[in-house]
């Protein structure tokens, strides 16, 4: 049988015995925080086993996707080296919640392993919890296994519990025997029995329920039956594996590294094209951090494989191909997963890339100073900066001879950890007890700004430098609380109203609204005339102008979200915003860099919908049925049972409790000012709306006009006179390299001479402030073509030595150059390390050049 007809015999087998069908949860757990992701075939039932959710039904059966990153046998750095351990796997499960127990569990697995799965029944044994006499005994005289076939094991292996305290109970495995061989008998299913509650003491407490719970990986009993030596040969995984091959030129089997290579990036694109469809974004925490780790992972191995630019993107296609008639989902994802792992590839290759001239600095530094490591300063250094990692650096390293001082690292580590902990702080608002005082004893404000900018309030209470006070005099600073308030308090990212507070005894400037507490409302302010008491009338007025400004850069903001989810897809949620008056600013996660062309299709949706003159419709409803209409809600807010649901005919449906033009033609225009990142898989747009859009678009036409007229070119030919400006600059600069090399090979002429010793010809020269990339450069024109040459170079800059000394090719297996420029490098007071016929090293006695050379005619000679 392949993966997909074992899949569903199992699931036809259970299904045809009582039990529901089940569909794959999501690899993110939808109710359990405890779990970064959907690890087990129970995970989905965890509440149903702790009686904390009730079923339609009392049998279950389903093939559950699975994600493992730690745990025994599990641990990520292993994948790949093992046969049978995944990432990600599928779990064939079947479940009984308080239905029937051990004897049914036992008969259907072996029904189901012998008669439909037709493995010979002298191919199997099983094992019981060592004080299991019920499971025992139903092997032994019901299925009719002898005694030698049945093993006795003990808490380790064949007792199971969810935590230290709830649901456990023993259980029993099935064997297959393979024959000789390491893993002659493979465990291929495990039936527990939850029988009991364990509390905290450890004490164990008969359920009066129990349950059933089995598990078999598709992955390792579709190994058995198609005769595969590991899990990686099966149908579901060795196309994946194939195409690692087709890329890497390399064959899987032929030897034991890059068979191991092309395991993980087999493995790790079916976890990657699982999780990221699940809506896993690659991050720095919790589950995005391991998302991440996996992917660079895979290019790890990718990069040892020879591959040297993004492939995984495209192996997603393989992964959807071979899985897409068990998950249909994965077919409609596919595009946006490919596009969030080019990506990921493609900022962690610029990361090789940026890291990588540090990395030679750092080694061309410890060969001249004759050392045989990377110090950990130098390896924190690449590794903070840039991410480098340190495998690879290791790597790196060897092949020029030099270790890593892991010791030193982890020192420079601690300090860093040390740093981040004295400087981290939780930023949260200080509510000032007063605030809360004023709601206990009923001083809170009934908000109208929905309906109005205006209204005629009392004054219920004033604070001054956190104290209650009676008033407030001309000049002083302070906090005024009303009965009724037009003012909307900050909140959802709506900035708080600004305006005024007017009495027949004076002005009090409200410059900033806010809501400490629930239902308290603070006008925050100074008084620019006059005095203002508790228990005054005043006519509370609103800046009506910015509040207009207010809602249309909200309003837009919705339809801006609902624009981003057509043009790059449904992944799109709002991940932060701020609605000012002169500016909208909306954080969103996405993968990458908006095009011109995204960008503009998303202004172009926003003000088609404008022109449109749409209603915009305010409705209150119950929570729960605002999100079964489809009605988005922010994942930061909180929301109680009733809700306002804001909705743009059938283009946004969104909960918020801002303020709102009344039609989207109130915007007038929308315009996107920049579009930039703000962290792994969060992009911002800043964009502005009506007179500041127009204000916005006139400054980028005069910006553009007099940058036309400076180039003395008309607006339509700026882009082609930039380009050509540009490439003067290219020029230029390609010249001034070519003068800098010149000058080094003038200077090359002048003063390296040039000897013979018994056959040899030896090239020597003192140079001055010539780097190691020109002297190497030097030192391969000299020996170009040419046979029995040494050179030996010295560049002097300020009071350090750089020295290089090279072999023709033929010279290799007579002199080293590794070990005679440590004996140079010695009389200069440094050192040296590098190839057979190419090590480079540095010194600090440039007074002893001559006798650095003297040395080497002794050594050639």
């Not at 008639?325 to 596919?334: D, H, I, W």
């Not at 010809?761 to 010539?770: C, D, Q």
Request: with cysteine.
């Amino acid at each position: 049988m392949d993966g997909h007809q074992i899949r569903e015999v199992f699931l036809r087998f259970f299904e045809n015995r009582g039990h529901a069908r089940v569909k794959s949860a999501p690899l993110v757990p939808e109710s359990d925080p405890t779990l970064l992701f959907t690890n087990a075939g129970m995970v989905p039932f965890k509440n149903v086993f702790l009686g904390l959710e009730k079923r339609p039904y009392s049998r279950a059966v389903s093939c559950q996707k699975c994600l493992r990153v730690s745990g025994k046998h599990n641990d990520l750095e292993s994948v790949g080296y093992t046969s049978r351990h995944h990432t990600f796997f599928e779990m064939l499960g079947n479940f009984s919640f308080g239905d029937y127990f051990k004897r049914e569990a036992i008969l259907f697995a072996w029904e189901f392993i012998t008669q439909w799965l037709k493995i010979p029944e002298d191919k199997l044994y099983v094992s019981v919890f060592r004080d299991d006499e019920e499971a025992y005994r139903i092997w032994n005289e019901e299925v009719g296994l002898s005694t030698d076939r049945i093993w006795r094991l003990g808490e380790e292996d064949n007792f199971w519990q969810m935590g230290d305290t709830g649901p456990c109970g023993p259980c029993s495995e099935i064997y297959v025997d393979r024959g000789d061989g390491e893993e002659r008998y493979l465990e291929v299913w495990n039936l527990v029995f939850m029988q009991y509650d364990r509390d905290e003491k450890g004490n164990l407490t008969p359920l009066p329920n129990p349950n059933i719970d089995t598990g078999m990986g598709l992955e390792r009993i579709a190994s058995v039956l198609q005769g595969t030596k590991t899990n990686y040969e099966i149908d579901l995984i060795r196309p994946i594996i194939g195409y690692g091959e087709e890329i890497s030129g390399k064959a899987y089997g032929e030897n034991f590294e890059d068979t191991v290579a092309l395991r993980v990036i087999a493995d790790h694109l079916r976890a990657l094209t699982f999780a990221l469809s699940d809506g896993v974004l690659p991050s720095n925490t919790g589950r995005g951090y391991v998302i991440r780790r996996i992917l660079r992972r895979a290019l790890r191995f990718g990069y040892k494989l020879g591959i040297r630019e993004s492939f995984l993107h495209k192996g997603v296609d393989v992964v959807v191909d071979i899985m897409k008639t068990a998950y249909p989902e994965l077919v409609q994802t596919k595009g946006y997963v490919k596009g969030l792992i080019k990506a990921e590839e493609e900022r962690f290759i610029n990361t090789l890339r940026n890291g990588m001239p540090m990395v030679e600095e750092f080694i061309e530094k410890a060969l001249e100073e004759g050392r045989r490591h990377l110090t950990g300063e130098e390896v924190f250094k690449a590794y903070d900066t840039y991410g480098f990692p340190i495998d690879l650096l290791e790597d790196i390293a060897k092949e020029k001879g030099l270790s890593l001082d892991m010791e030193g690292f982890e020192k420079e580590m601690n300090f860093q950890r040390e740093r981040a902990r004295q400087s981290f702080k939780i930023e949260t608002k200080e509510i000032k007890p007063v605030y809360q005082h004023l709601r206990n004893i009923g001083r809170v404000s009934k908000f109208i700004g929905y309906e109005s900018t205006v209204s005629q309030s009392k004054v219920i209470a004033i604070v001054k430098d956190g104290e209650l006070v009676s008033e407030l005099r001309e000049g002083e600073k302070g906090e005024v609380f009303l009965d009724i308030t037009p003012f909307y308090a900050e909140r959802g990212g709506q900035v708080g109203d600004m305006g005024s507070l007017e009495s027949s005894k004076g002005v009090f400037v409200v410059e900033d609204t806010q809501s400490p507490v629930e239902g308290v409302i603070s006008h925050m302010g100074r008084m620019i005339k006059g005095n203002l008491s508790v228990g005054d009338e005043v006519l509370a007025l609103i800046e009506r102008e910015r509040r207009e400004d207010i809602k249309r850069n909200h309003t837009a903001t919705h339809l801006l979200h609902s624009a981003l989810r057509l043009v790059l897809g449904e992944h799109v949620r709002q991940a932060g915003s701020l609605v000012a008056d002169s500016y909208l600013r909306f954080d969103f996660t996405h993968y990458q860099q908006l095009t011109l062309e995204e960008i503009k299709r998303v202004e172009e949706l926003v003000n088609e919908q404008i022109r449109k003159d749409e209603p915009v419709v305010v409705e209150e409803k119950d929570y729960r049925e605002a999100i079964k209409e489809g009605a988005i809600a922010i994942f930061e807010e909180k929301y109680g049972d009733r809700v306002r649901v804001l909705s743009v005919g059938d283009f946004s449906k969104e909960l918020c409790g801002g303020t709102h033009v009344s039609r989207t033609g109130e915007i007038g225009y929308f315009k996107i000012v920049s579009e930039f990142s703000v962290g792994a898989g969060l992009r911002r747009i800043v964009a502005k709306t009506g007179r500041w859009a127009v204000e916005e678009s006139f400054k980028e036409s005069q910006t553009l006009k007099e940058l036309a007229q400076s180039l003395g070119v008309s607006k339509e030919d700026l882009m082609d006179a930039i380009q050509r400006t540009q490439e003067k600059i290219k020029d230029l600069e390609r010249e001034i390299e070519r003068l800098k090399l010149e000058l080094a090979r003038m200077q090359a002429r002048e003063k390296i001479k040039e000897e013979t010793l018994g056959g040899y010809t030896l090239f020597y020269g003192m140079l001055e402030g010539l780097d190691g990339g020109i002297l190497r450069e030097i030192s391969d024109q000299l020996r170009q073509n040419k046979r029995k040459v040494v050179v030996f170079l010295v560049s002097r800059r300020e009071d350090k030595l750089s020295t290089i000394l090279a072999l023709s090719k033929d010279l290799t297996g007579t002199f080293s150059a590794k070990e005679l420029i440590k004996e140079v490098g010695k009389v200069l007071g440094g050192g040296g390390g590098g190839r057979e016929d190419l090590a480079q090293g540095g010194g600090t006695k440039p007074e002893n050049f001559e006798k650095a050379v003297q040395t080497l005619r002794e050594k050639l000679t």
